[in-house]
T-cell receptor, first 106, second 110 residues
Framework: KNEVEQSPQNLTAQEGEFITINCSYS?????LHWLQQHPGGGIVSLFM???GKKKHGRLIATINIQEKHSSLHITASHPRDSAVYIC????????FGTGTSLTVIP | NAGVTQTPKFQVLKTGQSMTLQCAQD?????MSWYRQDPGMGLRLIHY???????DQGEVPNGYNVSRSTTEDFPLRLLSAAPSQTSVYFC?????????FGSGTQLSVL
C-alpha cells in the first residue's frame, strides 16, 4: 500500500516547456515537501507546504488539503532542472513517493 | 552550521562484514531517521529516533541497529552485511515540518 502516489514516473520535455508533476496521498498530514535529487546527488527540500501555493523563481507548488493532492509546476524548463522530484508528506512519520524522473532536452 | 553530515559516501563490504554509517546534525533537531533508496521503490524508513535515548523501527529494520546517545548523532549499524543491503542510504533530520538530508552513502555488499 503506497501512502503517496506520484505521476508521471518519467517525463521528458523540451527546454522552455511548462511541466507539471502530481502527488496524491492517503494519510492525514501536517505538511508536504517537494524534494529534488540530482543524479548521484543528495536530496534537498524545494518547498514545504501546508496550504495554498508557494513560488520560488520558476517553480510553483500547490496543495489541496481537502482533495489530498499537490502539484509541482516548472515554468520555462531548463536542462539544469533535470532531476528526480520526490513528494514527501509529514504525517506520524514521513512518507515518500517513488519520484518523477525529469529530463529536459536542450 | 553544517546541516546533516553523513559518512562515508561510498563503501564496499563483503557478505558477513559489519560496519557503521555515521550521521550527525548540528541543528538541534529531535527527529532523526535512516532511509534506504532502491530503484523504483522510493525512500523506505529503516529506523528513526524522536530524541536522545529513544529509537524505533521503521518499515525495513531487519539487519540494522541504531542508537541515539546524543541529540547530534544517529549511527546506523549493519550487523552482518548481506547483498540485499546493497542500496543508497540517507540520513535525515527534522524539526517540525523542516526536513534535511545527508548527502547519502552508496553501499555495495559483494
Amino acid at each position: 500500500k503506497n501512502e503517496v502516489e506520484q505521476s508521471p514516473q518519467n517525463l521528458t520535455a523540451q527546454e522552455g516547456e511548462f511541466i507539471t508533476i502530481n502527488c496524491s496521498y492517503s494519510v492525514g498530514i501536517s505538511a508536504l515537501h517537494w524534494l529534488q535529487q540530482h543524479p548521484g546527488g543528495g536530496i534537498v527540500s524545494l518547498f514545504m507546504l501546508s496550504s495554498g501555493k508557494k513560488k520560488h523563481g520558476r517553480l510553483i507548488a500547490t496543495i489541496n488539503i481537502q482533495e489530498k493532492h499537490s502539484s509541482l509546476h516548472i515554468t520555462a524548463s531548463h536542462p539544469r532542472d533535470s532531476a528526480v522530484y520526490i513528494c514527501a508528506v509529514a504525517g506520524n512519520q514521513f512518507y515518500f513517493g517513488t519520484g518523477t524522473s525529469l529530463t529536459v532536452i536542450p | 552550521n553544517a546541516g546533516v553530515t553523513q559518512t562515508p559516501k561510498f563503501q564496499v563490504l563483503k557478505t558477513g562484514q559489519s560496519m557503521t554509517l555515521q550521521c550527525a546534525q548540528d541543528m538541534n533537531h529531535e527527529y532523526m531517521s535512516w532511509y534506504r533508496q532502491d530503484p523504483g521503490m522510493g525512500l523506505r524508513l529503516i529506523h528513526y529516533s524522536v530524541g536522545a535515548g529513544i529509537t524505533d523501527q521503521g518499515e525495513v529494520p531487519n539487519g540494522y541497529n541504531v542508537s541515539r546517545s546524543t541529540t547530534e548523532d544517529f549511527p546506523l549499524r549493519l550487523l552482518s552485511a548481506a547483498p540485499s543491503q546493497t542500496s543508497v542510504y540517507f540520513c535525515a533530520s527534522s524539526l517540525g515540518e523542516k526536513l534535511f538530508f545527508g548527502s547519502g552513502t552508496q553501499l555495495s555488499v559483494l
